[in-house]
């Protein structure tokens, strides 16, 4: 027979399936090809192979190979010769394809699965000294060859059909357990201390990393704070990652992160034992939403969505590790914005004496905001928050300034106060793209108008030439 183990008795495709998928390790004796193509045929009969399914058919052509080790195509041939003919036979004829003398024979291949079937599959060099040795010392006869195996031929023999035939292995991978933390989602039951934990890095540029955000969100509450560090080392982590889980005005319950090495390891363990945290969980977020609230309608703050909530915020221009600890001081706020510091600092790329001189002219341009700087963002009014919105931009010399209808939901003074300055900053010389609803603000300071229409563009034209149309004034002016 080809194989020890009893496979007469796998006679069914829950058997075959159950025997395909076994977990254990299972060595497999192999014998010549004659015995080879008896096997097959007679699995073939045995399970009806031509009466099965798509499915069902790859299922026994992987229980196939699983024994014999042929190859897939060497299956297909003999499955069509056995449909053909009823037979399985070899059919080859005449010299052989292979042109050069073979310097092991299968004899030589058939001795080498031996042993390593004796010995437990040992190390390339430690089988090579063995059959030396064997050879060498006892003068066995079988050992001639193979005295002067290399190692790197060695594994050639390993991987050729016969040796497979004689000795194949098959044995899937065993995970590696770890114990630290709970392998689970957090279980908060409407208690706010649960807090999720992840990172995003902010980018690199010509070769420069840039830095890494530890984003931590509570799972009730939303309420989210957001580090900066230079790298994701001990170093840096750590200090960062204590001054989070401080700053929530309530007590940390628990903390939950991904399968990730930067916060699945024995030092934040023993961080959160020290601060008397209760449990430490990890898992995989199944849904984009899977930390969402019901009031935030799906919205989640971490896992899936984390680098868009924290870009949304910090931006997406590379900010260079030396900046971490000077963004750590704007950037610590939660969902709401309600303890978020003044934060036009937040996109430095320069010299001290440059940022100061780009805090001064954003200042003048918008005065409101001197007037408000030490005053938390979450307190502006809404025009206020605009205006804080886009010196943070400016404060990052763009080379173009992107702004989505900066005027909704503004008083109409307030509104002036907006286009007034989109009109100096387009005169500074910065490009400035502008989605507006407000037609007659809006093309009275834009170079260039397009109006679009269920995602098309219907008109386009000079802001001028566009404010005077009857078609624009009838849609858009009233």
């Given amino acids: 027979m080809i194989v020890t183990l009893q496979t007469e008795r796998v006679r069914t495709l829950d058997q075959v399936r159950a025997f395909v998928e076994g977990s254990e390790a299972v060595d497999f004796a192999g014998a010549e090809r004659e015995s080879v193509y008896e096997f097959v045929r007679r699995a073939l009969v045995r399970l009806g192979y031509e009466r099965l399914g798509k499915s069902d058919k790859g299922l026994v052509r992987r229980s196939l190979a699983k024994v014999t080790g042929l190859s897939r195509a060497q299956l297909t041939r003999l499955i069509g010769q056995h449909r053909e003919t009823g037979r399985i ?17 299968r004899a030589d291949i058939g001795q080498l699965a ?8 040992m190390s390339g060099p430690a089988t090579r000294a063995l059959m030396r040795r064997q050879y060498a010392v006892f003068g066995d006869e079988r050992f001639e060859r193979l005295a002067g195996l290399s190692n790197g031929h060695l594994y050639n023999l390993s991987r050729s ?25 957090p ?17 690199d540029q010509d070769g420069a990393k840039g830095v890494y955000h530890i984003n931590a969100v509570d799972e009730v509450t939303q309420f989210q704070f957001v580090g900066t560090v230079e790298a994701i080392s001990e170093r840096f982590l750590l200090p960062v990652l204590e001054g989070l889980i401080e700053a929530f005005p309530f007590v940390i319950q628990g903390i939950h992160a991904d399968n990730g090495s930067e916060y699945i390891n024995h030092r934040v363990a023993a961080l959160l034992n020290k601060l008397r945290i209760g449990e430490f969980t990890k898992s995989r977020p199944r849904h984009c939403n899977d930390n969402a609230p019901r009031s935030s309608r799906g919205q989640a703050l971490a896992e899936s969505k984390n680098a868009g909530v924290v870009r949304k915020s910090i931006g997406h221009g590379h900010i260079p590790r030396r900046f971490a600890p000077l963004v750590n001081e704007c950037s610590l706020r939660d969902s709401r914005g309600g303890s978020l510091p003044y934060g036009i600092r937040l996109f430095l790329r320069t010299g001290k004496q ?7 002219h954003v200042l003048t341009m918008f005065p409101v905001l001197r007037e408000r700087i030490r005053q938390i963002a979450g307190t502006l009014s809404g025009g206020e928050q605009q205006m804080l919105a886009m010196a943070r931009s400016l404060m990052s010399k763009p080379r173009v300034l992107l702004l989505d209808e900066p005027s909704m939901g503004l008083a109409p003074m307030l509104v002036e106060t907006i286009f007034e300055a989109v009109l100096a900053i387009r005169n500074e010389g910065v490009p400035v793209l502008l989605v507006e609803q407000n037609a007659f603000m809006a093309l009275q ?6 109006v679009v229409e269920t995602g098309e563009i219907v008109l386009e034209g000079a802001g001028r030439e566009l404010l005077e149309s009857d078609e624009v004034r009838r849609a858009y002016l009233g």
């Fill in 89 to 105: 036979e070899d059919r080859r004829g005449g010299a052989s394809a292979c042109p050069f003398e073979r310097r092991y024979t």
């Fill in 161 to 185: 059909v016969t040796y497979r035939r004689r000795r194949t292995v098959v044995a899937k991978t065993q995970a590696t357990h770890s114990t630290i933390g709970h392998r689970r989602k």
């Fill in 445 to 450: 300071i834009a170079d260039r108008g397009y």
């Fill in 354 to 360: 440059e940022v100061r001189q780009s805090e001064e």
């Fill in 114 to 121: 031996a042993v390593d079937a004796a010995l437990g599959q």
């Fill in 187 to 203: 279980q908060p039951d409407g208690q706010p201390g649960y807090v999720r934990v992840d990172t995003v890095h902010q980018g």
